[in-house]
């Protein structure tokens, strides 16, 4: 499924979730990653964003499913170009 992951840290602990969300998916914009997770991936990720994740601090993903609720309209360069020549 299509994961779309957008954070709010104290400024000094951003970097942190970067680090993390990174490990799954691709930085596309500040505080925004997105990417294919499997179920097994997504559950991995949820049990570690809950260890990191303070008072104070949030983190949002969206869930799409299914390939056709997914429009994605890019102006400018693609960051998930970079992701797919690794």
Do not use: F
């Amino acid at each position: 499924m299509y994961i779309i992951a957008v954070y709010d840290m104290e400024a000094q602990r951003t970097q942190k979730m970067l680090k993390l969300l990174r490990q799954y998916l691709t930085h596309v914009q500040n505080s925004v990653c997105e990417g294919e997770l499997t179920k097994g991936e997504l559950q991995t990720l949820k049990d570690e964003i809950e260890t990191v994740v303070k008072p104070h601090e949030s983190v949002i993903l969206y869930e799409l499913r299914d390939d056709n609720w997914l429009n994605r309209s890019i102006y400018g360069d693609d960051p998930m170009d970079d992701h797919q020549l690794i």
